[in-house]
């Protein structure tokens, strides 16, 4: 009986949800059955209500028992039930004037993350979003059963999304308008690629030694969360090319809904990358898992902010300048030197910070971006600072490509953690990264090869990878010096932005 009321519970849950979006009801049976359960108790007790030969056409025994326990608490009940979705919250946004209304491109895409939404309401028990009715067993206990005992495949009825597109066309905001938009006891999480990544990486060395340590790595994944959001989706590193696809066969297998951002289509994730032939067969997995979700929008709407109003100085002689900004924010506070703890493994590793105070970080380019450090290191950095000085960033090409990528993974992270720059740099964003081209660029712009054109120029960096990612770090970098931007970190931090308005040595794109 427990079994067939929650049913009818659920049934009456979906009718409301239909009630609330304004839907026409599914057929005749669920229009009497809502008119049924739903009819005022003010005329008339539910339990008094004739039960004549009409009603028992149409409601069930459980849903009659369901009528007769109908109380404030299950009224309640329905309060809960998710509706609207991410399309109404967007119409919102526009309507407050948050949002910029008229983009067809993005009105697509929430039509399609609309639809992924209405699908997961609709396949909620199935998927088994629900991290309070899922299985009470963990991930390695549920891993430990499926070794003894042959466990089927339960690929999600629900395909995931994967958005591409240019830099700063709405993407992320988009994803995470969705995301925000999920119950709150769903299994979900949203997270940047690459600290996902890290995340894996780390979880595979403390399984080392399990026969398969990616299937136990994916099994505590989607024991944490089945709906899985990645922000910034770019393989560049070999180590994890090699094991996207096995570790996604294996969240897909248990049922994980991917939902991702990228600059890059599927077909040119790791394009150029060494051994990209064992990497494809992951391309046909996602795109047999995910629709891919082109957003053509050629607006990019972080460089229609305030930009030039933050703390990017050009030219090495601002050093001082950027000595005294920094100062300004850290106030009577000594800076010393400090280190912040990584976790790289199992392991715990120590990066320097040569000064440090009152949340704020100063550091040489080359101590961040010249040495062997990554994308660990920076979120290790983020955790402990929210203000970062750098000095000296410089322009890049093939000399210094390597500290090219160190810097947009640097950008990447202090901008998903929300942080605050001030730096001074060898030029405006825009030509630091002149000499960095993607393949297609280098043909266009020398038609005889690009490799003719690197001889004409020994500096010239043809690289797929960072030549995509360079559009996205230069329109980050406006982004994070805009007044918009400084002024929310103002909010969340309570900083006052010292010398904005004090802009004679300020010079950005």
């Not at 239909?18 to 059955?33: D, K, S, V, Y």
């Not at 009825?157 to 709150?184: C, H, I, N, R, S």
């Not at 969360?225 to 969240?251: G, K, Q």
Request: net charge negative.
């Amino acid at each position: 009986m427990r079994a067939a009321v929650a049913r009818s519970l659920r049934q009456l849950r979906r009718l409301a949800r239909h009630h609330a979006e304004g839907r026409a009801p599914i057929n005749r049976l669920t229009r009497q059955q809502n008119a049924l359960i739903l009819r005022s108790s003010a005329s008339r007790p539910l339990c008094t209500v004739r039960h004549n030969d009409e009603y028992g056409r149409f409601v069930s025994p459980a849903v009659e028992s369901l009528r007769n326990m109908f109380s404030t608490a299950t009224a309640d009940s329905i309060k809960d039930v998710p509706r609207g979705g991410p399309m109404v919250e967007y119409e919102k946004r526009i309507a407050s004037g948050d949002l910029v209304d008229g983009d067809s491109f993005q009105v697509d895409t929430i039509q399609q993350l609309q639809r992924l939404y209405e699908d997961l309401v609709e396949n909620e028990e199935a998927c088994q979003l629900d991290r309070y009715q899922s299985s009470e067993k963990s991930g390695r206990r549920r891993w430990l059963w499926s070794r003894l005992i042959a466990q089927p495949s339960t690929d999600s009825p629900v395909k995931g999304l994967y958005l591409y597109g240019g830099v700063g066309t709405g993407k992320t905001m988009l994803m995470d308008l969705f995301y925000e938009q999920l119950p709150a006891n769903w299994r979900k999480k949203r997270i940047h690629f690459h600290d996902f990544m890290l995340n894996v990486h780390s979880r595979l060395q403390m399984h080392k030694g399990v026969s398969d340590p990616l299937d136990m790595v994916a099994a505590e994944i989607s024991d944490e969360a089945i709906i899985l959001c990645l922000d910034e989706f770019m393989v560049t590193d070999v180590a994890d090319a090699m094991i996207l696809n096995r570790l996604f066969r294996h969240l897909f297998s248990k049922g994980v809904i991917l939902v991702s951002t990228s600059n890059r289509a599927p077909d040119q994730l790791y394009e150029g990358g060494l051994q990209r032939n064992l990497f494809l067969p992951f391309i046909d997995t996602l795109k047999e898992r995910c629709i891919a979700h082109p957003i053509g929008s050629a607006v990019d709407y972080r460089q229609l902010g305030s930009a030039g109003e933050g703390f990017y100085f050009i030219g090495n002689e601002c050093s001082t300048v950027l000595k005294q900004k920094f100062q300004s924010l850290i106030g009577d506070e000594e800076p010393t030197p400090q280190t912040v703890e990584v976790v790289m493994g199992r392991h715990l590793e120590v990066l320097e910070v040569p000064l440090g105070a009152n949340g704020c970080a100063y550091f040489q380019f080359e101590d961040l971006c010249d040495r062997p450090i990554g994308a660990a290191d920076y979120f290790g950095l983020f955790k402990k600072f929210h203000t970062l000085a750098v000095e000296g960033v410089p322009k890049f090409g093939y000399h210094n490509r390597t500290a090219a990528y160190r810097f947009v993974t640097l950008v990447d992270v202090m901008y998903e953690n929300k942080g605050r720059l001030l730096c001074t740099a060898e030029a405006e964003p825009i030509e630091l990264f002149e000499k960095v081209v993607t393949v297609a660029e280098a043909q266009k712009s020398s038609p005889r090869s690009s490799r003719s054109r690197k001889s004409d120029d020994p500096d010239l960096c043809v690289d797929n990878e960072l030549g995509f990612a360079k559009d996205r770090t230069i329109s980050r970098l406006t982004e994070l010096n805009s007044r918009e931007y400084l002024e929310d970190f103002e909010a969340k931090w309570q900083q006052p932005l010292h010398a904005l308005d004090n802009g004679g040595d300020v010079v950005l794109a």
